[in-house]
């Protein structure tokens, strides 16, 4: 890590997997990816009925997560 940056422990970003009231509110924000867990679970499960039963249900757009920029990797 030293050789690859001027200032050593400086160019390291904390990003959390899953945003929560936590990164957001604590002292130190903490940048975390954003998701709709709701439509997570409704394309997972469309897909597993689609998979298991042949349903023909139509497929559900994929929403992409959004990273929510904050203090931790600034």
Known sequence: ??????????SVAVVSWDDSLLCQYSAHPLTALDRD????????ATQLLN????????????????????????
Do not use: F
């Open 1 to 10: 890590m030293a050789e690859v940056s001027e200032h050593p422990g400086t």
């Open 37 to 44: 867990h709701g439509h997570y679970g409704e394309v997972a």
């Open 51 to 74: 998979s298991a039963y042949s349903i023909g249900l139509p497929d559900l757009p994929h929403y992409p997560s959004r990273l929510m920029v904050r203090a931790s990797s600034l």
